[in-house]
Structure formats: C-alpha cells, structure tokens
C-alpha cells in the first residue's frame, strides 16, 4: 500500500482524489490533504482534511506528496522538509518547479527518491517525460508550444469578433483564467513552462528573466482583426532552439498551419529533430486533464520503488537571440507601405513587409525608427 499526502485540495487535487480511487493498478491511499481551510465542504471524495502542514509532511506513514498547491513559498519549504524525511513529491506547480526544480532535484538525488513535474506543462498532454525519455537522444533543433490556455482561448475569441475585455471576463467565469490573470496575460506563465520544457529538452537550466517575452496584456483585436484577411493568425508562441535562444511572443502563424487550429484551452506542443516535426497536443488545463498526468508520474514512480530516475546536469547554456521573419504594417491601414524604411532584404506584399529573419533587438530597432510601425515575428518554416 503507497500512501500518498496532498498539499492542496482544490480543481487538481480533489481530481486526482477520485482519479486514484477509480484505479485499480496500484493499491494506493490518500491520508491527508493539507487546505488553508478544512471547515469548507468539498465536492471530491471525502477526504481527511487539516490545516497543519506538519500532518502531511512530517506524518511517517506517507510515502508520496503530491503538491497541487500552487505558489513558490511555502511550497518550496514544505517540498524540502518532506524530502528530508525521504518522501517522494510529484508535483504539478510551475511557479515552484521553474524556480528550484534543480535544487529539489539535488536534494531528491542525495535521499534517493523520487521527484516529477509532468503536471506542471500542458496539463493533461504528455510532454516533459517524452521529451526526457522518448526524445532524449535525438538532436532537437527547435521546439515550439502553444503553452497557456488562457491567452489561446482569449486570442480564439478575438477571431470571433469578441472584444478583448468580454473575452478575458468568459475565460474568468469558465475557470480557465485566475481572478487576477496578470501572469496568464504577460507572458510569465509560459516563461515558466518554457523553463521547464528547456530543462527537460536540454538537461541545462536557464534563466528566463532574459527571454524575450511579450504576451497578450495589451488588446490585440485589432491585429488579429487585421491579419486575419492577409491569412494569418495570431498566436502567443514559445520557442526555444538548441543553441540556447528561447522568445515568448505573439506570432503570425499561417491560418492553415496547424498551430493555428489549436483553439481555446487546448495546448500544443513540437520538437523539430532531421527537420521533421513530432507535435504532442491536448487539453492543457482542467482538473481531470491534469489529474492524469499527476497519475502518470505516480506509476513511473512506482515502477522504480520511488527512486529518483535521474538527476539533469547543471550547466550553463550560451544565450543567443532566436531569429523569425517579421512582419511590418501600418498602424493606419491608409498609410503608404513606402513611406516606411526597410531592413535589407525586405519583400513588400501588397499591405506588409516580410523580412528576413531579425533578431529581437534589429526587429527592435527597426520598429523605433519608424513610428507608425506595427511589427510581428511570424512562423514560416514549421
Ligand atoms: N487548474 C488547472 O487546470 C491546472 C493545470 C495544471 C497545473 N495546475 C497547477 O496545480 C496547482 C493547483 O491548482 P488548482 O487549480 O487545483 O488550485 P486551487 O483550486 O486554487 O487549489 C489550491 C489548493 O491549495 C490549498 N492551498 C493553497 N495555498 C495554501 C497554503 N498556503 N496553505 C494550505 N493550503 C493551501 C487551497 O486550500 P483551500 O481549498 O482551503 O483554499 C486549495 O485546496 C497549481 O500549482 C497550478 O498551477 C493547475
């Protein structure tokens, strides 16, 4: 019998809580799920609940901690004080697992147990331990993810004709969107994920203050408004390349690309390896979706006795710019395209140039030189 403690009990945990108790492969117990607080009734399988952390993390009869609380601290403290005491942790928090997966992962090696995050990228889609696993000795040269939920299904709605704000209000009230969405919004939330994808990718760490990162925290309607008759589409994409370069930015994508197919909360994600593509697609949110993933890392633990599988080398990675054709339009649809200077190289369509692959500091500049510009990475090559 595996007995497991669940710091947190909310969408993820009390979906996990009757994912466990409908599976038959592993005999397994919940004894405790830690809730700021337990007075509160709950709709998932009635559960012992406590508001002393100490319960779940010190109670010698619990093998498994399953983290589905969310925040840095004090997940963080508590994550390390249940190590010390040589349990196994399978966690789905982004915000904890961005910022000390190396560090948890050391202290994991040292106790030799076990420690997974599958849950905290894409939700429900199976995409860290592929990328470890299954990809682990193929040359990726790029990936590319659609990576949260909340800003697809605003930027879906935005093609429909939705105004920005009613779009952000229905993600609220469908529960996909925090009550403050800043970090969806802003870009944050995918610098995290993309943090975890490029450690699982590239077994190195990376700081992500320095990735390039744009969101959707300012009304894009009337981009997406605008390119939409141009065919193209905007997408919040996470990129990241083998050499380093990693770019969170909204992204003109082909309408007909499949990228541009992923709507509302679905996630997607690709590795490019010999040039082709291998993409991984799927519900990135929801308690149920979410749920499976957690299971997943459960088994994998399971199978190994809840020993750590390995550790990811600690190295640094060189930082380079990523470099994507941009394209350039008038913030006036009236305003004559030739009015604008050019990098070298530029093709003028008949309402944008396309220019050949910038960096974000040359895109950048050319945006400063010239007012009236409105410019966008766009996908062209996958
Ligand atoms: N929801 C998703 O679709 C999704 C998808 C992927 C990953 N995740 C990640 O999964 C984790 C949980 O998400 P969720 O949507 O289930 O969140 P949630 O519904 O807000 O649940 C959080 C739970 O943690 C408890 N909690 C939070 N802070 C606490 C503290 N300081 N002390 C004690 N208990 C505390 C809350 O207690 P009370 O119930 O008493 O408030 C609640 O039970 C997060 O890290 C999130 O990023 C979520």
């Not at 982004?94 to 000390?100: C, L, Q, T, W």
Request: proline share 7%.
């Amino acid at each position: 019998m595996i007995r497991i403690g669940l710091l947190g009990y909310g969408t993820v945990g009390q979906a996990f809580a009757e994912l466990v108790a409908r599976q038959t492969r592993v005999q397994t117990l919940i004894e405790v799920a830690l809730v700021r607080n337990p007075e509160r009734p709950r709709k998932g399988p009635q559960i012992r609940l406590t508001g002393n952390p100490e319960d779940v993390i010190d109670c010698p009869d619990i093998d498994v901690i399953v983290d589905v609380m969310g925040g840095s601290e004090p997940a963080r403290q508590w994550l390390v004080r249940a190590i010390e005491q040589n349990k196994s942790v399978i966690s789905a928090n982004k915000e904890v697992m961005a910022d000390y997966a190396s560090e948890l992962g050391q202290l994991a090696a040292r106790h030799n147990v076990y420690l997974a995050w599958e849950a905290a990228v894409g939700g429900g889609i199976p995409l860290l331990e592929p990328l470890k696993s299954h990809f682990s000795g193929a040359p990726v040269s790029r990936f590319i993810g659609i990576l949260n939920g909340t800003t697809n299904y605003v930027l879906s709605r935005l093609e429909t004709g939705e105004s920005y704000s009613e779009a952000l209000s229905d993600a609220q009230r469908a529960g996909y969107a925090e009550a403050d969405p800043a970090n969806d919004l802003n870009g944050s939330d995918v610098a995290r994920k993309l943090e975890l994808v490029f450690g699982a990718l590239f077994g190195t760490p990376k700081n992500f203050s320095i990735t390039p990162r744009r969101g959707i925290d300012e009304d894009l309607s009337r981009i997406v408004k605008r390119v939409e008759p141009w065919g193209w589409r905007v997408k919040v994409l996470a990129v990241a390349d083998q050499l380093g370069g990693t770019q969170i930015w909204p992204t003109l994508v082909r309408a007909d690309h499949r990228l541009a197919q992923v709507t509302g909360v679905m996630n997607v994600a690709g590795v490019e390896i010999y040039g082709q593509w291998f993409w991984m697609e799927g519900p990135g949110a929801g308690g149920p979706a979410t749920a499976l993933s957690l299971l997943a890392d459960f088994y994998r633990g399971y199978e190994t006795g809840f020993h750590r599988l390995r550790l990811s080398p600690l190295s640094e990675k060189l930082v380079h710019p990523i470099s994507m054709p941009w394209m350039g339009f008038a913030l006036d649809p009236d305003r004559s395209l030739s009015s604008f200077n050019v990098p070298d190289g530029a093709i003028m369509h008949q309402d944008y140039w396309m220019t050949p692959p910038l960096d974000q500091i040359s895109a950048a500049n050319w945006l400063a030189e010239n007012p009236g510009l409105l410019a966008y990475p766009v996908l062209l090559d996958a």
